[in-house]
């Protein structure tokens, strides 16, 4: 008993902690959400508070009587669920194939290692041959041009986590579905990716926060036409060289 009560203070302790960073890391985001419902004069007020007595939604009324908003919103959701959806089957099958294919000379561990690799170069240095190569290919100004790169550096991360996901499933499961009369395919997506999924949801968040909140991509490869604008690139008429609308700036939440 004794034991359990000296272990008691430090565990209110470690609660009291862990309640107190989680509240300093949620407040930029009360903020924000805070922000959207604060009328002009308090959001820009020289003296902020962290409530308002008199909420409005006029920011939201702003931001959705902008011209074409509609259209934005629908590109970031095609960009979005389609390098998700791509960037995920591509991984699904890549990390089978380094789990499970058997390969010489340990090129399975160079292709790993080049995974790594990818992952460490920054994006900024690549935004330059990227927009050179998408000029060449005639996708300047398209969602093409999000879609590739976005698909491209999901994959590297995507394949590392894959391939400990698909390699815990034990081979016993293969050897008993072959004996069934199942073929790889078969095996392949109607027993192994069902047990892979929840591995799989997991990485495409990661896909789909970096591309839903993409603005480098967007500004350099959007270049004239703005009808192929994402939302990112959109909130900049909120932003002016006097005076920038920061309660309309974040339209809220995607629904």
């Keep these: 008993m004794n034991f359990l009560g000296l272990r008691r203070p430090w565990r209110l302790a470690a ?5 107190l960073i989680a509240a300093v890391v949620a407040f ?8 959207a419902f604060k009328p002009a004069d308090e959001v820009q007020s020289a003296h902020p508070r962290p409530w308002t007595l008199h909420p409005s939604l006029e920011a939201f009324r702003r931001v959705f009587e902008q011209h074409d908003f509609g259209r934005y919103f629908l590109n970031s959701l095609v960009v979005a669920v389609v390098a998700v959806v791509a960037s995920g089957l591509i991984a699904f099958l890549a990390a089978t194939a380094v789990a499970r294919f058997r390969f010489r000379f340990r090129f399975r561990t160079t292709l790993l290692v080049m995974f790594l690799i990818a992952q460490m170069v920054p994006i900024e240095a690549l935004t330059i041959p990227l927009f050179f190569m998408m000029r060449d290919f005639g996708q300047l100004n398209t969602l093409g041009a999000l879609l590739l790169p976005h698909i491209a550096f999901s994959l590297p991360f995507a394949i590392w986590m894959l391939r400990g996901i698909v390699k815990a499933v034990p081979e016993a499961i293969e050897e008993a579905a072959y004996i069934d009369g199942a073929s790889r395919a078969r095996f392949l ?8 999924t929840p591995g799989l949801a997991a990485t495409s968040v990661f896909s789909l926060i970096a591309t839903w909140n993409d ?4 500004k350099s490869f959007i270049i004239s036409d ?10 900049l008429v909120f932003f002016k060289p006097e005076e920038n609308d920061w309660a309309g700036s974040w339209p809220g939440p995607p629904s």
């Excluded at 609660?15 to 309640?19: G, I, M, N, Q, R």
């Excluded at 930029?28 to 922000?35: A, D, G, H, I, K």
């Excluded at 997506?189 to 892979?196: E, K, T």
């Excluded at 603005?215 to 967007?218: C, D, E, I, V, Y």
């Design 215 to 218: 603005f480098l991509f967007a």
């Design 28 to 35: 930029p985001l009360y903020w924000m959400v805070l922000s």
């Design 189 to 196: 997506w109607q027993i192994l990716f069902p047990l892979v």
């Design 15 to 19: 609660e009291a902690s862990t309640l």
């Design 226 to 235: 703005t009808s192929q604008s994402t939302l990112p690139m959109a909130l």
